[in-house]
């Protein structure tokens, strides 16, 4: 799979516990972070995302990765029945049960600990698993998208949001803006200067758009679509078991 990028470079602790750790530390400015880096754009990529469900009614949703709920939240404007949020860090997971507890959605958003590689929830319990700007933290990536697999219904769909490397001469802008400009914002607002620098680095090393859709292939997925956001900032990937 390449390279491991990791947020702390010299913890031995495992990618996984980096990671907690890095979101542990950025939480309380992670959505601030986000409107700012992402210009707000960020909010049109998870409403693309959320559009692919459209067809399929009364959904049980998985959403790894879920962070502070904003894509679980967003999932409510398809036919759901019921939203499950995971993730690993625990600093996410108060903002965002704040956040769910503040829009009164307790009745459709649950949010939960929970590892993409060691999901507790029995096979063939979802219509959909979604993901947002969390695959390419996964430590072992391959193993995180066959759990999504196995708790997927057949015919299930899972779709995953992730940032990609555009080419040409906006690439090369993007990549100057990703790799000097949010490390510095990231440093303004964020009491972790790591995790901006992380940011670029681990984009960089992630299987980007036909590289990734051969690696859902190869674990079984079918009907496997890539859709460029924004000069290919950004990349929605996807299949269905």
Not at 126 to 155: H, I, Q, W, Y
Request: net charge positive; with cysteine.
């Amino acid at each position: 799979m390449g390279t491991v990028v990791t947020p702390y470079k010299d913890s031995q602790d495992s990618k996984k516990d980096q990671v907690a750790e890095m979101f542990d530390n950025i939480a309380f400015r992670y959505d601030l972070l986000n409107q700012i880096l992402s210009l707000g754009i960020h909010k049109s990529w998870r409403k693309k995302t959320v559009s692919l469900l459209e067809g399929r009614t009364n959904m049980e949703i998985l959403d790894v990765a879920t962070g502070t709920g904003d894509l679980a939240i967003e999932c409510l404007n398809a036919d759901v029945k019921k939203i499950i949020g995971v993730d690993i860090s625990e600093g996410m997971l108060k903002i965002g049960k704040e956040k769910i507890k503040q829009l009164k959605l307790e009745d459709k958003i649950e949010l939960q600990y929970g590892d993409a590689e060691k999901l507790v929830f029995p096979p063939n319990t979802f219509d959909a698993v979604t993901v947002s700007f969390g695959v390419r933290n996964f430590e072992n990536l391959r193993r995180g998208l066959e759990n999504m697999k196995c708790v997927l219904k057949p015919g299930g769909r899972v779709i995953i949001l992730e940032f990609s490397k555009p080419k040409g001469p906006f690439g090369f802008i993007f990549q100057i803006y990703f790799k000097f400009i949010t490390p510095a914002i990231g440093r303004i607002f964020s009491k972790d200067i790591r995790a901006y620098t992380y940011l670029p680095e681990s984009v960089n090393a992630f299987p980007a758009g036909e590289d990734f859709i051969k690696i859902l292939k190869e674990i079984g997925f079918n009907k496997t679509v890539h859709i460029p956001l924004t000069f290919g900032i950004a990349s929605i990937y996807t299949g269905i078991k």
